[in-house]
């Protein structure tokens, strides 16, 4: 099992950019793929990012460019650099961590983009 912890998450106005951080109970090094998902209201939880173990990346096409999945081993830790960001990114960004089989999410950030 791991617990997953995310920070970073706040107002920002629109063009502007955050980083969100996700901490893992267990060292990264024992985990496989990490990722990040966002769900914004009255949607379904979508996929953002995702990173492997051994640093392999992936972008939902809506955030390539603007947005760079990362992981330290070392602190356990992924992040989410977000710049540009636009209204439409608005959401509940949640940390995904996969360990065999399992899949275990972090309780969310909250990231609110203004116009």
């Known amino acids: 099992q791991v617990q997953l912890v995310e920070s970073g998450g706040g107002l920002v106005q629109a063009g502007g950019s955050l980083r969100l951080s996700c901490v893992a109970s267990?060292?990264?090094?024992?985990?496989?793929?990490m990722g990040w998902y966002r769900q914004a209201p009255g949607k379904q939880r979508d996929l953002v990012a995702t990173?492997?173990?051994?640093?392999?990346?992936y972008y939902v096409d809506s955030v390539k460019g603007r947005f760079t999945i990362s992981r330290d081993n070392a602190k356990n830790t992924v992040y989410l650099q977000m710049t540009s960001l636009k209204p439409e990114d608005t959401a509940v960004y949640c940390c995904?961590?996969?360990?065999?089989?399992?899949?275990?999410w972090g309780q969310g950030a909250q990231v609110t983009v203004s116009s």
């Open positions: 995904n961590a996969r360990i065999g089989v399992a899949n275990y």
């Open positions: 990173i492997s173990n051994g640093g392999t990346t």
């Open positions: 267990r060292s990264a090094s024992s985990i496989g793929t």
